[in-house]
């Protein structure tokens, strides 16, 4: 996934070290030199983070990233902070000026580029969801972006998981003034004291007994409702390693072991507040979007919108020379089971497809029912090896367990798809479905149930 990243430095020599570093991972990259520069870029162009030194004259980062944060336009850009300082009460302070990450200098290569793929992740999964907002005429958003200022990081829910029991009463002792803090010891429980827990932010440590901390912290993430649910490690410097390839798995940030009481509670009051902000962003897209722009039987957006996002999506894919793919699927044989099962078995499958396929694709992906039996899938920054693995997961789900919505036996059911990428600056939203559509008529033709990739 390719970015557009500020780095913002008074001195030339450290611009040119982070600009080469993230250049050669094919970042694009602006810079500023001061701090006035680099909220005016923010405020003008797109970008997807900023890289903001600590000590700048006239105007500190501290002072640059609460700016971003207090303007309703840049407030959603991520920070990464990147300073000499290595106090935990500086990193406290950057966190409550807005910050969502902190580096020291010298920059490691490896943990900048984790936590730059980190923070991009969220960005576009941010960026997504305002831009499926701004699709929908009605939807107020200007009110969803503001609601930033009014939510509060007080009387979390929180989840220790550590099997040194006298270590998680000590965090838990940190932080019980604030927020409901409950510990687990036994990791192989992590997946079903989620389901049932409500948590809004989890903190693992680094040094479980007899288990991975990555797989839990993985576990935890294929509950429905735990999908985004924040996650900090409690790490030791030896585990480094491990960390950068946590953050880089979507872990959502780590703390270093002998924990710091201030630190903590700002790292964890920031997770709380980034997640209640994106529950409530959620809540208003999908509060507010008009039914004329979702399909009544599947709760899928409908081919009316559709038709809108794609338009604004591809435009947006094309100014920045991103990629985006288009799947187009089609249930196998679907007139035979309304003419043997009658219409009600029918409308029972698409609504059971519909709710596998919004389980098998990713969040910044975007179903729609298009129309009868046939589906539509838009994915925004994707290539055709990150397509390809999506497509053959919602296939595989349909075909690999038997639809149970009739009084009868249960019925195998299998869907075709086509898929087709951007191209060029020349494509339209229109030769974009027909490349998609002329792939499916081929999955068809040569025996259902396959995804074919638009061969243009």
Excluded: W
């Amino acid at each position: 996934m390719t970015a557009r990243v500020l780095i913002v430095d008074d001195i030339p020599t450290n611009v040119r070290l982070l600009e080469a570093r993230l250049s050669a991972e094919y970042y694009e990259v602006l810079t500023a030199s001061s701090g006035a520069q680099a909220l005016d870029i923010c405020n003008n162009q797109d970008v997807d983070i900023v890289l903001l030194d600590v000590m700048m004259p006239e105007m500190d980062g501290f002072e640059v990233c609460r700016r971003l944060k207090a303007n309703p336009k840049t407030h959603h850009l991520p920070v990464l902070m990147i300073t000499a300082l290595d106090q935990s009460s500086d990193r406290v302070q950057g966190l409550e000026a807005g910050a969502d990450d902190f580096l020291t200098k010298p920059v490691d290569d490896t943990q900048l580029m984790a936590r730059v793929k980190s923070l991009v992740r969220l960005k576009s999964l941010t960026d997504e969801l305002r831009a499926r907002a701004l699709t929908g005429q009605q939807i107020a958003v200007e009110d969803a972006l503001r609601a930033m200022d009014s939510i509060s990081a007080s009387e979390g829910s929180v989840l220790i998981i550590d099997t040194d029991r006298r270590h998680a009463e000590r965090i838990q002792g940190y932080l019980s003034a604030d927020h409901k803090v409950d510990i687990l010891t036994e990791p192989a429980d992590a997946v079903f004291q989620v389901a049932g827990g409500g948590y809004e932010l989890a903190l693992v440590s680094m040094s479980l007994d007899d288990f991975d901390p990555l797989r839990v912290s993985s576990q935890i993430r294929t509950v429905d409702h735990a999908r985004n649910l924040p996650i900090i490690l409690m790490a030791d410097s030896a585990d480094k390693p491990r960390v950068v390839r946590a953050l880089d798995l979507g872990v959502n940030d780590y703390i270093n072991r002998p924990v710091e009481r201030n630190e903590l509670q700002a790292r964890v009051r920031t997770q709380i507040r980034r997640h209640r902000y994106a529950m409530e962003l959620r809540e208003s897209v999908n509060n507010t979007m008009a039914l004329a722009v979702t399909d009544e039987l599947t709760g899928l957006y409908n081919r009316r919108y559709f038709d809108r996002h794609l338009n604004v999506m591809l435009s947006k894919a094309q100014e920045q020379d991103r990629d985006i793919a288009l799947m187009i699927l089609d249930i196998d044989h679907f007139k035979a089971v309304n003419d043997n099962h009658g219409h009600d078995v029918g409308d029972a499958v698409l609504r059971e497809f519909a709710a596998r396929l919004k389980r098998n694709i990713r969040g910044v992906d975007l179903a729609c029912r298009f129309g009868g039996e046939e589906f539509v899938v838009l994915m925004p920054d994707t290539d055709t090896g990150q397509a390809e693995a999506v497509a053959e997961r919602v296939r595989q789900s349909m075909a690999e367990k038997p639809f149970e919505v009739g009084p009868t036996r249960p019925l195998s059911v299998t869907v075709s798809a086509g898929v087709a990428l951007k191209e060029s600056q020349a494509d339209t939203p229109e030769t974009l479905v027909k490349r998609a559509d002329v792939a499916l008529y081929r999955a068809k033709r040569e025996g259902r149930n396959r995804v074919i990739f638009d061969a243009a």
